[in-house]
């Protein structure tokens, strides 16, 4: 179906974003949210950074965007919207919720996105009578820095798949369809397995140790620091989420764990409370320097044996895959790439070792 008239529940830190590369593609947007702030530093945000943050993305501005953008606190405000995307919070309970309220107030053609990281557009459509309308429309953060949105959705209709794949298109993110929809799909998975194995080498080395050496092999940021952008308290909630299908496969190590939750009680949250792994300020995250980096190999051994597990899953090709580190992490490799560099061999060796060692799982190869 062609779409002109757009809506997003939920304006957050992605919501936000995703009404505003909607509105730059010419649509018209209105944004829910049951927050009046939220709605306001929303409308704020579109009024004096949008522009600006789309041309730091490389985007081309359009008009003036925040123009074509209306807020409202009412689902009931998106009766006449073709294409909605749903960004509240993670909750199972909260996005079935919206999405069966969502099936009331729009036509019935009406397509439904969900950004959802962690859940699958069928457990989220389960209670709906036309669960062949919802997609999953995944955005990687932040959405207008990273060209790339995850569509899949197995029991999604042809239509709705192709009216996702165009919406993607007419607002400049690459769409990558993947072949089956899986809890935490492919960028969330491969970004897991960095962060849990950086939480395995915690049991040796300091965390600037461990940054260091990520970024040393090309990783815009190190897994901790992704950990303290995210909050320590949001990673083990998804930890423990995708603990229900995967057991402790992304768990940290009992040790860690128990530290994380320490900090988790003191208050040192990661960037939203200025202290976690490391030091936050105006400058952004401030990483010491270490006395040497440490081996970064079983951390690039962890995301290559994922990525073969999400092709041994049906999530996606080894292509595919590597286009999904590439886009959605803003690197200039993919997994593949890196088996290549690093040797099949080598990397299984190196998950062998770490396996023996530890136990972790994330460490025991599938290839
Ligand atoms: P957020 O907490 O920043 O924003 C969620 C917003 O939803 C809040 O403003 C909240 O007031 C609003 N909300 C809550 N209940 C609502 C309701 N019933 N109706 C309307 N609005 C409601 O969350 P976020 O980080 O933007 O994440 C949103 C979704 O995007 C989640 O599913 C998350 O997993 C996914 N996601 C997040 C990231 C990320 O890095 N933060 C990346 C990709 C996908």
């Avoid at 779409?3 to 593609?25: Q, W």
């Avoid at 943050?53 to 009412?74: F, M």
């Avoid at 040790?255 to 040192?268: A, H, L, P, W």
């Avoid at 320097?289 to 962890?302: K, M, N, R, S, V």
Wanted: hydrophobic residues 40%; negative net charge.
């Amino acid at each position: 179906m062609s779409v002109t008239t757009t809506g997003v529940v939920g304006a957050g830190l992605m919501g936000r974003d995703i009404a505003g590369l909607l509105a730059n593609a010419g649509y018209q947007v209105t944004l829910v949210d049951v927050d009046s702030d939220a709605l306001a530093a929303a409308r704020t945000y579109h009024e004096s950074e949008l522009a600006d943050e789309l041309r730091a993305g490389g985007i081309d501005i359009s008009g003036t965007p925040a123009d074509r953008i209306t807020y409202d606190p009412n689902l009931s405000a998106l009766s006449d919207a073709e294409f909605v995307v749903e960004a509240v919070p993670e909750r199972l309970g909260l996005k079935r919720d919206v999405v069966e309220t969502l099936e009331d107030v729009l036509a019935a053609d009406a397509v439904i996105g969900t950004n959802t990281s962690s859940l699958t557009p069928g457990d989220i459509a389960a209670e709906m009578s036309h669960p062949e309308r919802v997609v999953l429309f995944h955005f990687a953060n932040p959405a207008l820095r990273r060209d790339m949105v995850e569509i899949s959705g197995d029991e999604a209709s042809d239509e709705t798949l192709e009216t996702a794949e165009n919406v993607a298109t007419a607002i400049d993110r690459k769409p990558i369809r993947l072949d089956q929809e899986y809890r935490a799909n492919g960028l969330s998975r491969l970004s897991a397995s960095i962060k849990c194995a950086a939480t395995w080498e915690l049991l040796d080395a300091e965390p600037a140790a461990i940054d260091v050496a990520a970024t040393n092999v090309g990783f815009d940021r190190g897994p901790l620091e992704l950990i303290d952008l995210i909050g320590l308290d949001v990673h083990l909630a998804t930890v423990e989420n995708l603990s229900e299908v995967y057991g402790d496969r992304y768990a940290p190590p009992a040790e860690i764990q128990s530290r994380m939750e320490t900090m988790v009680d003191d208050g040192r949250l990661g960037k939203k409370s200025g202290e976690g792994f490391f030091e936050w300020d105006d400058q952004g995250c401030q990483i010491p320097t270490p006395e040497e980096p440490h081996d970064i190999q079983p951390i690039l051994a962890a995301l290559v044996n994922e990525a073969h597990r999400l092709v041994d899953d049906g999530v996606a090709d080894q292509e595919t895959v590597n286009e999904i580190l590439k886009r959605g992490g803003d690197s200039e490799i993919g997994p593949f790439d890196l088996e290549e560099m690093f040797g099949r061999e080598a990397l299984r060796e190196t998950l062998r070792t770490r396996h023996d060692e530890t136990g972790g799982r994330v460490y025991d190869p599938v290839f």
